[in-house]
Each structure stands twice: as structure tokens, then as C-alpha cells.
């Protein structure tokens, strides 16, 4: 199963949560420690409704990314966020000898995607 997960950048850390999984929240320092707690998190939020017998929602959330031309366009001035796809299909696999940074760098099977932040989250 797939279902996305929005990351949020906060004022210290980042956090995120799954719009069709509601009270599945997490967060981290980084936005790649977030994703692969929100993957975590998604795991033991299934657990639970498996245990307590509930149905598990299938995943309808949809992504858009819409663009905006205004005047003062300045990336401190919006809100910004982070969408991925958290893949269920596949169970970790850390046996190919990466560490969690190179793990990070690219598309892994902890979180599907990498994270990458909008251009100017820095500034």
C-alpha cells in the first residue's frame, strides 16, 4: 500500500502526518530522519488497527503541486511543504551495505522517494 505523507518544516524541527491516517503523525531533525519515522509510524499505526480489529483505509489522498505567481514571491513568505509516497509493498533492506547517508541520497526502500526540500528553505 502506498500513502503519502506530508512533511512540514516547524521553527526547529520538521514534523509529518498522513491525511488518510488520521493521529499518524511523527517528527524529526531532518527531513530524511522525519520520513523514515513517519514510515515507522505508519507500521505501528496499521499494527494497531489490525489488533483492535478496525479496518485498515485504503489510501485516497491525491498530490498536486500548484504554482502561484504573486509580486512578493519570497520562499520565507509562503507556506512550503514536503509531499512523498511512503511505499508499504517492500520490507527494509539494509542488507546491500549503504549507510543511512547514502540511503538518504537517493531512492530507498525505508521511504520510496527522497525527500528533496524547495529551492530556497535555506535563505
Known amino acids: 500500500m502506498r500513502y503519502i505523507a506530508i512533511i512540514e518544516r516547524a521553527a526547529n ?3 509529518a502526518y498522513v491525511p488518510d ?3 499518524c503523525i511523527t ?4 527531513v530524511e530522519e522525519t520520513a ?18 478496525l479496518p485498515i483505509p485504503q489510501p485516497q489522498t491525491v498530490v498536486a503541486e500548484v504554482e ?9 513568505s509562503a507556506i ?3 509531499a512523498g509516497i511512503v511505499t508499504m509493498d517492500e520490507p527494509v ?12 541520497a537517493g531512492v530507498h526502500p525505508i521511504y520510496g522517494l527522497a525527500p528533496v526540500p524547495p ?5
Not at 68 to 76: G, I, L, N
Not at 93 to 104: H, K, L, Q, V
Not at 119 to 123: A, R
Request: glycine share 10%; proline share 4%; charged share 35%.
Open 93 to 104: 533492506d539494509y542488507s546491500d551495505g549503504r549507510d543511512e547517508d547514502e540511503m538518504a
Open 68 to 76: 502561484v505567481k504573486t509580486e512578493d514571491a519570497h520562499p520565507s
Open 27 to 30: 517528527t524529526g531533525a531532518t
Open 80 to 82: 512550503e511543504s514536503l
Open 13 to 15: 524541527n520538521y514534523s
Open 36 to 53: 523514515r519515522n513517519i514510515r515507522e509510524a505508519i507500521e505501528f499505526h496499521l499494527e494497531g488497527m489490525r489488533e483492535d480489529g
Open 21 to 23: 491516517l488520521p493521529g
Open 119 to 123: 529551492q530556497g528553505w535555506d535563505d
